[in-house]
């Protein structure tokens, strides 16, 4: 067994001494690189088709592919114009869709109108600490040896006439909201309004004949406004004197305010609302910072 193992041993030797001799020949150098061959065939492309195979790879689309679905475009919404207080129509104008036909946003309503009500919160509540009462700063009683409560002075906040203790204080309350978003308020506000059909333009400098509460109330009612359909509210681009005097009397059935001093919660409240032509323009105009489409100008 051992003389075997030696023969294998030499033969394995004998072969890798043949092997070495043979790569130290000059022919066997010479002809080696001519008769191998590397098992993976390699080509060069050029530069160029290579970079425009990968350009129309990914630019042409396949055959199957389905063609691209663009954004619908919203067509512009139309209003009529009506005579006041005949209420007869008298022309048509077109307004864009995001300005009067925007879905109903409850968050962003809701945000405008705690906006809105923290700003008006005046905030000028006060009370005085102890050390601002006016009173002597005398003990009252010792502190021991009576068998009473341990007490201070008459300025103490347990005592009557004495100091507020964690009072309220002057701040203030308002809260901060971007503009953006305000803006997009207004719009969803009049769109959900015009929706619902309780939007109502009418010509611009209405006014009526009369300053008499009962003259604006047969109006109302005659054109169901009034308080039996919830109340409208009249918005105009300026003061007109007889309208203004005869709501102030008629308040069950409506009330008016200027473009000025309307917000979205002025929007939301009443049952209908009569606006001026001016007047929507002139909010629409002042609340679209988010939007490159103007509005004409009143």
Same mark, same amino acid.
């Given at each position: =067994?051992?003389?075997?193992?030696?023969?294998?041993?030499?033969?394995?030797?004998?072969?890798?001494?043949?092997?070495?001799?043979?790569?130290?020949?000059?022919?066997?150098?010479?002809?080696?690189?001519? $008769?191998? !061959? %590397? &098992? @993976?065939?390699?080509?060069?492309?050029?530069?160029?088709?290579? $970079?425009?195979?990968?350009?129309?790879?990914?630019?042409?689309?396949?055959?199957? @592919?389905?063609?691209?679905?663009?954004?619908?475009?919203?067509?512009?919404?139309?209003?009529?114009?009506?005579?006041?207080?005949? &209420?007869?129509?008298?022309?048509?104008?077109?307004?864009? @869709?995001?300005?009067?036909?925007?879905?109903?946003?409850?968050?962003?309503?809701?945000?405008?109108?705690?906006?809105?009500?923290?700003?008006?919160?005046? +905030?000028? @509540?006060?009370?005085? /600490?102890?050390?601002?009462?006016?009173?002597? +700063?005398?003990?009252?009683?010792?502190?021991?040896?009576?068998?009473?409560?341990?007490?201070?002075?008459?300025? %103490?906040? =347990?005592?009557?006439? +004495?100091?507020?203790?964690?009072?309220?204080?002057? !701040?203030?309350?308002?809260?901060?909201?971007?503009?953006?978003?305000?803006?997009?308020?207004?719009?969803?506000?009049?769109?959900?309004?015009? !929706?619902?059909?309780?939007?109502?333009?009418?010509?611009?400098?209405?006014?009526?004949?009369?300053?008499?509460?009962? /003259?604006?109330?047969?109006?109302?009612?005659?054109?169901? &406004?009034?308080?039996?359909?919830?109340? %409208?509210?009249?918005?105009?681009?300026?003061?007109?004197?007889? $309208?203004?005097?005869?709501?102030?009397?008629?308040?069950?059935?409506?009330?008016?305010?200027?473009?000025?001093?309307?917000?979205?919660?002025?929007?939301?409240?009443?049952?209908?609302?009569? =606006?001026?032509?001016?007047?929507?323009?002139?909010?629409? !105009?002042?609340?679209?910072?988010? $939007?490159?489409?103007?509005?004409? %100008?009143?």
């Amino acid at each position: =067994m051992a003389t075997c193992g030696l023969k294998a041993s030499g033969r394995g030797l004998a072969t890798i001494a043949a092997g070495y001799a043979a790569a130290k020949d000059p022919l066997i150098k010479c002809l080696t690189p001519n $008769l191998s !061959r %590397s &098992m @993976a065939t390699e080509t060069q492309l050029p530069r160029s088709q290579v $970079l425009q195979s990968y350009a129309n790879a990914h630019l042409t689309p396949p055959a199957n @592919a389905l063609p691209r679905r663009t954004a619908p475009v919203a067509p512009d919404v139309l209003t009529t114009i009506y005579s006041f207080p005949a &209420m007869e129509p008298l022309r048509q104008s077109y307004y864009p @869709a995001n300005h009067l036909h925007l879905p109903l946003r409850r968050d962003i309503l809701h945000r405008a109108v705690v906006f809105e009500g923290d700003a008006t919160r005046q +905030g000028t @509540a006060s009370t005085k /600490w102890r050390d601002q009462v006016h009173g002597s +700063g005398r003990k009252i009683r010792p502190q021991k040896g009576t068998g009473k409560a341990r007490l201070g002075d008459r300025k %103490s906040p =347990m005592l009557r006439g +004495g100091g507020v203790a964690f009072g309220p204080h002057p !701040r203030d309350f308002s809260t901060k909201l971007p503009r953006k978003i305000y803006d997009l308020a207004w719009r969803t506000a009049l769109s959900y309004r015009y !929706r619902r059909g309780e939007l109502i333009l009418i010509e611009d400098n209405v006014d009526i004949e009369f300053n008499e509460p009962r /003259w604006i109330k047969k109006i109302l009612e005659g054109n169901h &406004m009034g308080n039996a359909d919830g109340r %409208s509210l009249i918005v105009t681009g300026d003061t007109r004197p007889n $309208l203004f005097e005869a709501l102030e009397g008629a308040g069950e059935d409506g009330r008016i305010k200027t473009r000025y001093d309307i917000d979205v919660k002025d929007l939301l409240e009443l049952g209908r609302i009569v =606006m001026e032509e001016c007047a929507l323009n002139w909010i629409l !105009r002042n609340h679209s910072s988010d $939007l490159d489409r103007t509005v004409p %100008s009143a």
